[in-house]
């Protein structure tokens, strides 16, 4: 049985990994905290886990904590580097789904993040948690940082292009696309519906927190260093990411052989579906599930490869991908607990 301990569970992330381990018969969910929420049932915050997750939230209390197996932080960025160091010491693994150990350079995420990194020791002790790239390390690990939603969308689309070395590094382009749920479950004012509803609005456009990480991964895919021009938007819809990725080719382009690069490099990926070629993927053939669908396209007339990457951003872009983490860490199916279908309609 694996005692799992989850920190800041009220939010959107915080009740998917809720709802993905409460009906396992090898995980207990012993610990759920909350500051603002303490001896306040988790059900009746989450009325969907009713009868399935009923203890309290309690304060995030170390000593409670170590006696997990595992803590996944599901929490704003600047948390788990606060608190991972005193759980690692007394034996517990740490899934952190936040920022905060995602990038290797300290300096890089200082700049992003805009204050001092409270752990700076730990930053290369963590592995990032892309199991299709790190599975080896995830197995061994100590401390996990999960990737981003847009990470994730982005690199698994990148990553067979820039592998075989078919593309330019320097030209990369991702048009992301977003579900509201990406913002959080805080109140602000361009989540709610008057304001989200019936629009679609691109942010970040000067530069976005998630684009040193997803060059960090692009740069390990192709051995050298890469150009993203990456701009996210904001579409009215609760769930999902949709990435649009332009590559410019070095060389001769044949269809075939760059469907079958894809069908190659992902046929031993339980949670990567490459479609057939000249598929179109929607966000709502993963919504709920944990699997990442992939179609590839060479345009001849312009010389571009277009790749469309779309997940589930509380799934195989949050919770899943954490779920799947744990699963290969502690020896367990990969796909336990995940291998449920999307939801239709």
């Known amino acids: 049985m694996i005692k799992v301990g989850i920190v800041g569970a009220t939010g959107y992330t915080g009740v998917e990994l809720l709802r993905l381990l409460a009906p396992r018969k090898d995980v207990s969910i012993d610990v759920v905290t909350s500051r603002e929420m303490e001896g306040t049932p988790v059900s009746a915050l989450f009325p969907n886990l009713r009868g399935h997750v009923d203890i309290p939230f309690t304060v ?30 007394r034996g517990v693994r740490v899934i952190d789904l936040s920022a905060d150990f995602r990038l290797k350079d300290r300096a890089e995420w200082e700049h992003w993040y805009k204050e001092e990194h409270q752990s700076p020791e730990l930053i290369d002790l963590a592995v990032y948690g892309l199991p299709e790239v790190n599975r080896a390390k995830i197995r061994e690990a100590t401390l996990i940082a999960v990737p981003g939603c847009y990470p994730t969308a982005v690199q698994l689309g990148f990553i067979p292009l820039l592998e075989a070395g078919l593309v330019d590094p320097t030209r990369l382009i991702a048009d992301a696309k977003s579900g509201v749920s990406g913002a959080g479950r805080k109140a602000a004012v361009g989540s709610l519906l008057s304001e ?57 382009v044949d269809p075939k052989a760059l469907q079958a690069l894809y069908e190659k490099r992902y046929a031993d990926e339980p949670f990567v579906d490459v479609m057939p070629a000249g598929s179109q993927p ?36 949050a919770a899943g991908q954490a779920v799947q983490n744990m699963n290969i860490l502690f020896g367990c199916e990969e796909t336990a607990g995940l291998d449920g279908i999307a939801l239709l309609p």
């Open 196 to 252: 989200a509803s019936e629009s679609l609005n691109a942010y970040g456009v000067a530069g976005h927190r998630h684009l040193p990480e997803i060059s960090q991964g692009l740069r390990q895919a192709a051995g050298g260093n890469v150009g993203l021009t990456f701009i996210p938007h904001l579409t009215p819809m609760i769930r999902g990411i949709h990435a649009t990725l332009y590559a410019t080719p070095v060389g001769e």
């Open 282 to 317: 929607a966000t709502r053939n993963v919504r709920g599930s944990n699997r990442c669908q992939i179609a590839v396209h060479y345009l001849k007339a312009s010389n571009t490869i277009v790749v469309l990457s779309v997940i589930d951003n509380l799934v195989k872009g």
């Open 60 to 89: 995030p209390d170390d000593e409670v904590l170590s006696r997990c197996d595992v803590v996944f932080f599901a929490t704003p960025h600047n948390v788990a580097m606060k608190s991972a160091r005193t759980l690692i010491e």
